[in-house]
């Protein structure tokens, strides 16, 4: 999956030496060099290629919104629920009354759907808890998934997610606590990676989050953005401004914005999951992205809401169907543009030498089987750094 090699990068009849769980080596098997290595994994001409990354997820959370989707079903749209006192409200009483091992639990239960499809690295959210306590303790559990689950985890404070409604009239104070206090003890306590938020009418403001992004920086920490899912907004722009690793969703992103996302490095982050469950017709600019040089990854957006989604397979189908990806252009969405989403270049998203030895073997014929099969069981083995 190197950028610029023959199509998805790939090596006929090729080998890899693993040392100490990263790549030592890796191209044709009659060039390989000679090795003392103490055990030869044989994969019988399958198909291998870097684990994959699923950049944008919303993991670990308490109960459902099952029952919303039967109203979306009926006719009720995203936003009303939302007004309503439902949506991202709702499980946020869930989740403050689970505890964090009751959040881990039923994480973990959902990472499973995800590492059958190939997943070594996966993005955890927190924004479910929307007080100091319980947005800690979804960082704590999502500490914990990596742990328990086998799996690189990049953690996301996502303290601007929705307005709890105990700050109803008091929003200042809210943003206040979020940004000020409870930012500043989730990285003392080094449970994140990064810092995103929710910019949209039902959500908080292009300046709300500037300050927010403001408070990121002053901690050393890369920022991501919900970014013109619903409506256009500016938030391409806004991110770009910001250096933001990401926009995602970016649905309504006009040219403007995915230029500055492109001069500023910003990637793309597809959600064709919550695309689909929204029933959306606005698909986001697939050609501009393409024509500016925009990277585009693609996630599944699990949550329990909007995109209850647990298969990276199923995201990448669903990003070719629905957006017109090319299989290539999927798969590398969720790999190599995936890890510069989560600033991990360095160290995932190819497989190439001093890289982890993240990696997913595949009963396939070609590389476009994985985004051809919708809820096919295409994964024969998984290794993180290099154990199976």
């Known amino acids: 999956m190197v950028e610029g090699a023959a199509p998805y990068g790939a090596v ?4 890899m030496l693993v040392r100490y769980g990263r790549i030592a080596w890796v191209g044709s098997r009659s060039d390989l060099p000679p090795h003392d290595a103490v055990r030869t994994e044989r994969l019988d001409g399958r198909w291998v290629t870097p684990g994959l990354i699923d950049c944008h997820t919303h993991l670990v959370f308490g109960g459902n919104r099952s029952q919303e989707f039967e109203r979306r079903l009926g006719g009720a749209t995203y936003e009303q629920i939302a007004r309503e006192g439902g949506g991202i409200v709702s499980t946020m009483a869930a989740t403050r009354a689970a505890s964090e091992d009751a959040l881990v639990a039923s994480a973990l239960g959902r990472l499973r759907g995800l590492t059958a499809t190939g997943v070594t690295t996966v993005e955890i959210k927190s924004g479910y808890g929307l007080d100091a306590e319980n947005e800690l303790k979804m960082l ?3 500490r914990r998934v990596g742990v328990e689950g086998d799996v690189r985890v990049s953690t996301s404070f996502l303290g601007l997610h929705a307005l709890p409604p105990e700050h109803r009239q008091t929003r200042g104070a809210y943003l206040d606590l979020m940004i000020d206090e409870v930012l500043r003890a989730a990285h003392a306590e080094g449970l994140v990676d990064a810092v995103d938020a929710y910019c949209e009418p039902i959500a908080f403001t292009a300046d709300e989050v500037a300050r927010l992004f403001a408070r990121a920086r002053s901690l050393g920490l890369p920022v991501k953005l919900h970014a ?11 991110a770009a401004a910001h250096s933001a690793l990401s926009g995602d969703h970016v ?3 006009d040219e403007a914005g995915v230029i500055a996302m492109a001069r500023a490095g910003t990637v793309a ?23 500016h040089g925009v990277r585009m990854a693609v996630a599944t957006d699990c949550n329990p809401g909007t995109s209850p989604v647990a298969s990276m397979t199923a995201a990448l ?4 169907v629905q957006f017109r990806l090319t299989p290539e252009e999927a798969l590398a969405g969720a790999t190599r543009h995936a890890a510069a989403a989560l600033a991990l270049s360095r160290e995932i998203g190819t497989l190439e030498v001093g890289k982890a ?3 997913a073997v595949w009963n396939i014929e070609r590389p476009a089987e994985l985004c ?13 750094g290099g154990r199976a």
């Not at 006929?12 to 080998?15: E, L, P, T, Y």
């Not at 919550?274 to 698909?283: C, D, G, Y």
């Open 12 to 15: 006929d009849d090729g080998a």
């Open 140 to 142: 704590r559990a999502a």
């Open 269 to 291: 982050v597809l959600l064709p999951g919550a695309w689909l469950m929204l029933r959306e017709t606005k698909l986001p600019p697939i050609d501009l992205f393409r024509r």
């Open 372 to 384: 051809y099969w919708l809820g096919a069981p295409l994964l024969h083995r998984r290794f993180h």
């Open 251 to 253: 649905e309504h992103v």
């Open 228 to 238: 013109d899912q619903l409506s256009d907004g500016g938030g391409g722009a806004l």
């Open 357 to 359: 030895a993240d990696l």
């Open 317 to 320: 189908n669903l990003a070719c």
